[in-house]
């Protein structure tokens, strides 16, 4: 596609929210939540001037602060004169329904700041399409000149964990005091953390839940990066400078030791994968009910006309079609 097909008003758009207007920014996003056709266009405008923004992820349970804690650090960061971008994807979960309306207005104490844009997203139940539109609307955010974008995921289900992936420092949020069973935090999950904050340092606990996590890194296997540990009373904006100086050392980290570059293209790699498996099984199912689709190539397989291959590589062609 050539800039020069783009309707004048999308590249219009494109242009005021590179310039880090924030209604354009407001209206790139919706567009890309739609996932409409100028979406596509939109991002090919956008693409370029991408791959400059600090992604950092903020995962954990819910209520465990993660909205308090994103906050904070937006006021860190704006007094460090960084601008900051954040998505925050809202669990449709009902048990934590009160605690989305929670963070909208928490995270209305920045509004005014023309250096932060906000935005929540619903997980509205996407197959598998969060975490496509989460980076999305992340890159969005990067070209239009967002210096550090955070993205906050409830660390519950595959989806989030896969959104925490794309990030390039993720942050998990612990908390003390949960009891044992909760404390039986799933492997899988702490692999994905750069840094571990125990947040809600000012309850009890503090000291059991950080020998617990010490001896949880010590099983894993030994790597370059040693994920440091971090108590943060975040109601109170405590602990947050440090932990903007960790999450800029794992940054410093990442770029000396060519991590970065492994994870952009790691990251890359199974976006355009998953991309492609998503564009066709819309296309197969598009067509599903339609002369030689997918019921028909069913029927042929029932009566032993084709073989599973050859249905296979019939539905690939006329997904390219
Ligand atoms: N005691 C204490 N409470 C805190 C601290 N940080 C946050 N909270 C409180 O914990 C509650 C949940 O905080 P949120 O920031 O909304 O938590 P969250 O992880 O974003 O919640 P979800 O988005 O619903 O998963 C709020 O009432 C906060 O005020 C802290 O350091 N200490
Ligand atoms: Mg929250």
Known sequence: MTTSQVDPALLELAR???????????????????????????MHELTPHTG?????????APGSGKSTLTNEL???YRRQGKTVGVVAVDPTSTLTGGAVLGDRIRMLENYQDAGVFIRSMATRGQLGGLSAM?????????ACG??????????VGQDEVDVARAAHTTIL???????????????GVLEIADILVINKADREGVEKLDLYLKAMLNLAPKKPWRVPILKTVAARGEGTVE???KIEAHLAFLKSSGEYEKRERARLRDELLSRVREEISRRVFRRET???GLAELVTQLENRQLDLNEAAMQLLRQSLG
């Open 52 to 60: 400059r923004a600090h992604v950092i992820g903020i995962t954990g």
């Open 173 to 187: 949020v612990e908390v003390p005091g949960m009891g044992d069973d909760i404390q039986a935090i799933k492997a």
């Open 290 to 292: 339609q002369a030689g």
């Open 134 to 142: 989460t980076n999305d609307v992340v890159r969005v955010l990067d």
């Open 74 to 76: 937006i006021k860190e």
């Open 16 to 42: 005021r929210g590179l310039a880090g207007e924030r209604r354009a920014i407001a209206r790139l996003i919706t567009f890309v939540e739609n996932r409409s056709p100028t979406a596509a266009a939109l």
């Open 243 to 245: 932990l903007t100086k």
């Open 146 to 155: 967002k210096e550090i974008v955070i993205v906050e995921t409830v660390g």
